[in-house]
């Protein structure tokens, strides 16, 4: 008689960057564990990001962000309908991956005997350890958020492990890019670099003059297309940017995130800050130039080669806050368009370089 498939449950719910940075999670769990079922817990508007993704049996969407801000009885309903899907799976395993005390009080709530989280010192709310009963080994600051994911596989057993990251999507959200390609034939006549100005928080903007600079520079100096790229409520900033240009550019349309990708797999070169766009572009493995200020790129930047991180580096930096303590944005501000004009060019020179070698 076959035994029971195992059941394992993956809690990271957001955001583009954290689920994009546990992708080799799966892939190495996926592959020591083939005939277990496996199910990822994500936030509803992220969800695109893995529902295709073919080492998951089920994702598990929820609206935590939008039940904390209308708690009304049809988030009630949806919160019930969610618990009681997690304890009619009977779950095996959890792996918080998220280190919060919601992602913790999920992982009690499904009931598995064995609920992986991280050393208490590496979780982002401390507590959420005590909701954990089986702990990965402390991971020494430094490190990238990608190996303090792969970390919890120790509580399993002892993994070599896959650093692949695959984004993928479907045939109609590929046909989203490939239209709007034809719809631009000029665009395609030189490789392609996007410029996203975006981020996740104000200290992560860079200044959208500078972005303009830098994109005529692209143009004008390296014989790319700029293509302007945004997320919701950014479509401002790149029309400021494309204004400002002196040299031409092309602004993307609206996306979802699965038909971005297919946009991105376009891309040559992509330029921006530490946000959704630049990782998925990592992940992707288009060559990338990113500006850093409060976060810092050895952490959270591209775990892949192919990258250059372009800081300013000050007695202030990194300090992961969303609103400057100082009032300033200075280590945004000192990074100036040379600096990251020098980092494409030799980007380009290294890409250059590895095509040649392979």
């Known amino acids: 008689m076959n035994a029971p498939k195992q059941k394992l449950l993956i809690i990271k719910l957001s955001s583009i960057g954290d689920i994009v940075h546990a992708l080799p999670f799966l892939r190495t769990l996926r592959a020591h564990h083939p005939q277990a079922h496996i199910s990822w817990m994500i936030e509803e508007r992220f969800r695109e990001l893995v529902e295709h993704n073919p080492d998951l049996n089920e994702v ?3 609206r935590i962000k939008h039940w904390r801000k209308n708690l009304n009885a049809v988030s009630w309903r949806e919160i019930s309908a969610i618990r009681q ?3 009619d ?3 095996d395993w959890t792996f918080d991956l998220q280190g919060l005390i919601k992602t913790g009080v999920i992982a009690r709530m499904t009931g598995a005997s064995n609920r992986a989280g991280f050393h208490r010192n590496n ?3 401390k507590i959420n350890a005590w909701f954990n009963n089986r702990h990965s080994k402390f991971v020494p600051p430094g490190g990238h958020v990608t190996d303090l994911c792969l970390s919890q596989l120790s509580t399993m057993g002892n993994y070599p492990t896959q650093a692949e990251f695959p984004l993928i999507i479907t045939a109609k959200d590929e046909q989203a890019a490939s239209s709007f390609m034809l719809e631009n034939p000029e665009l395609k006549t030189k490789p392609i670099a996007g410029v996203n100005p975006g981020a996740g928080f104000p200290t992560k903007l860079w200044s959208l003059e500078r972005y303009a600079q830098l994109a005529d520079r692209l143009a004008g100096e390296m014989g790319f297309n700029i ?4 997320g919701p409520g950014e479509e401002d900033m790149v029309r400021k940017i494309a204004a400002t240009m002196k040299q031409k550019s092309w602004t993307a349309p609206a996306t979802t995130i699965s038909e971005s990708i297919g946009l991105y797999k376009k891309l ?3 330029v ?4 959704g766009p630049f990782h998925i572009c990592a992940a992707l493995g288009v060559p990338t130039v990113s500006v850093w200020g409060p976060t810092h790129p050895d952490r959270n930047g591209a775990y892949a080669k192919n990258h250059r991180a372009v800081y300013h580096e000050l007695p202030c930096s990194f300090c992961w806050k969303r609103k400057c303590p100082l009032g300033t944005l200075e280590c945004m ?3 100036t368009v040379q600096n990251v004009f020098d980092a494409t060019k030799i980007l380009a020179s290294e890409h250059i370089k590895m095509l040649a070698s392979t």
């Open 227 to 230: 293509l302007l790229t945004w």
């Open 272 to 275: 921006g800050s530490d946000s």
């Open 89 to 91: 799976r009977k779950f």
């Open 268 to 270: 040559s070169l992509f």
């Open 85 to 87: 899907l997690l304890k």
């Open 123 to 125: 979780c982002r709310e």
């Open 333 to 335: 501000d000192k990074v």
């Open 60 to 62: 598990i969407p929820v």
